[in-house]
C-alpha cells in the first residue's frame, strides 16, 4: 500500500499518471453518476488524491471523477444547483468546508464509522463534514534564534523580534485560521493588538507563500516565520527542485503553545453534496478516508498529521517533534473566520 511508495517518488507523479489512474474529469453534459462511480470537486491538488483514489479503486472498483479548483467551487454547485454531477467535496480550509455548509449544499453524513474514526472537536456539529487530516500551523527558525526563545504564537508581539518576521499575505486562509484562533482564546480586542504588534515586527511586506518565507530565512531575510509543518517535508525531499532541500536545512521547527492550550491546527475536510444521487458510496469513502489504512496514506504521502487518533504520525513527521493538539472546535474557528479578516484589513497584515 503506502508503504510501496518511495519517500523521494510517492509524490513525483505526473498529470499523465493522474490522467490514467483516474476518469476523464466530467462536464456539464455528463450523465448522473453510475453505481461504482464518485464525482469529486476538490480544493486539494490531484496530484495529492491520487494515492487515495488508486487505492479505494483497486480494493472496490470505484471509478473516479475529478473537478480540481483552487477557488469558486461554493459559487459553481450552487450555478448547478440540482443539476450538479457532484457527489462529494473535499476542502483544505475549515472555513471553505463550513461555507459549504452554511450555503445549504451539503447532507448529514450519518455515519456511526466516521463518528469513531474522528473526534467530536473535528467534525461538524450538525453532522455535514468531517476533518480528514490535521495541518499544524508552526513557526519555524533560523539558527539565530535560541531554543526556548518563543514557545507561544504569542511571542510573536514581542517588540525584540522588530524586524525579523516573514509571513505570507495575513488574508491567505491560514493566517486567517491562525488569527481566529486567537479571537478565540483571547477575544477580538487582543487578537487586533497581537496582529499590529505582528506587522510591526516584520522583515519585509507580507509576501509569497510558505516555502518563500523558508526561502527568505535561507537567505538571511529574517530569522522568524510562518508555517505550515508539512512544508518542511515538502522542502526536505523535494529532487525536483532540490534548492529547496537547503531551504529546509536552514529551519527549525517549533511547536507552539505546549505549556497551555496547545498547537494551532486546521484541517482538510471532506462532505457529501445534498443532490447526489451515490450518497453511500460517497459516505463509504469518506469512512475509508478516516480509516487506519487511508490516514496511513495523509501522514506519509503529505506529511500531515491523521484525524483518527487510533494512527500514528508517519515516522518522518515524528521525527519533528510531538505535541500537544489545541482542542478547540474546528468549527469555531470558521465562525471568526469574518472577524479574523476585518482585524487584517484594519492591520495592513
Not at 488524491?49 to 471509478?63: I, Q, R, V
Not at 534564534?145 to 491567505?172: F, M, N, Q, Y
Request: glycine fraction near 6%.
Amino acid at each position: 500500500m503506502s508503504g510501496s511508495l518511495s519517500r523521494t517518488g510517492k509524490i513525483a507523479l505526473s498529470a499523465a499518471v493522474i490522467s490514467a489512474s483516474l476518469a476523464v474529469s466530467f462536464g456539464a453534459g455528463s450523465t448522473i453518476a453510475l453505481a461504482g462511480e464518485l464525482n469529486i470537486y476538490s480544493y486539494r491538488s490531484p496530484i495529492l488524491l491520487e494515492p487515495f483514489l488508486t487505492e479505494y479503486s483497486a480494493k472496490t472498483g470505484t471509478t473516479f471523477n475529478v473537478v480540481h479548483a483552487p477557488k469558486g467551487l461554493v459559487t459553481r454547485l450552487k450555478s448547478e444547483g440540482a443539476a450538479t454531477k457532484a457527489d462529494l467535496v473535499l476542502t483544505v480550509d475549515v472555513s471553505r468546508v463550513k461555507e459549504l455548509a452554511d450555503t445549504g449544499l451539503l447532507d448529514k453524513l450519518n455515519s456511526p464509522v466516521i463518528n469513531k474514526n474522528v473526534p467530536a472537536h473535528l467534525r461538524d456539529a450538525s453532522d455535514t463534514w468531517t476533518a480528514l487530516s490535521l495541518r499544524a500551523r508552526i513557526i519555524v527558525v533560523s539558527d539565530a534564534v535560541k531554543d526556548g526563545e518563543i514557545s507561544r504564537i504569542e511571542d510573536l508581539a514581542d517588540p525584540k523580534w522588530k524586524g525579523r518576521i516573514c509571513t505570507r499575505k495575513g488574508s491567505h486562509v491560514y493566517n486567517r485560521a491562525l488569527l481566529a484562533s486567537l479571537i478565540a482564546h483571547h477575544g477580538e480586542e487582543k487578537a487586533e493588538a497581537w496582529a499590529h504588534s505582528l506587522v510591526s515586527n516584520l522583515a519585509r511586506k507580507p509576501q509569497g507563500n510558505d516555502r518563500a518565507q523558508a526561502k527568505a530565512i535561507w537567505a538571511g531575510e529574517c530569522d522568524i516565520a510562518i508555517m505550515n509543518s508539512y512544508y518542511f517535508g515538502k522542502m526536505k525531499f523535494n529532487t525536483k527542485q532540490p534548492e529547496q532541500q537547503d531551504w529546509a536545512k536552514a529551519l527549525t521547527l517549533v511547536f507552539l503553545n505546549q505549556a497551555d492550550r496547545g498547537q494551532h491546527v486546521n484541517i482538510s475536510a471532506g462532505g457529501i453534496v445534498k443532490t447526489s444521487d451515490n450518497k453511500q458510496d460517497a459516505v463509504a469513502f469518506l469512512e475509508w478516508l478516516t480509516s487506519d489504512e487511508a490516514q496511513q496514506i495523509y501522514a506519509s504521502v503529505n506529511y500531515e498529521y491523521p484525524v483518527n487518533p487510533a494512527v500514528s504520525a508517519d515516522d518522518e513527521v515524528a521525527s519533528w517533534g510531538q505535541f500537544n493538539v489545541d482542542q478547540l472546535p474546528i468549527s469555531t474557528i470558521a465562525k471568526l473566520s469574518p472577524a479574523a479578516q476585518m482585524i487584517i484589513d484594519r492591520t495592513g497584515w
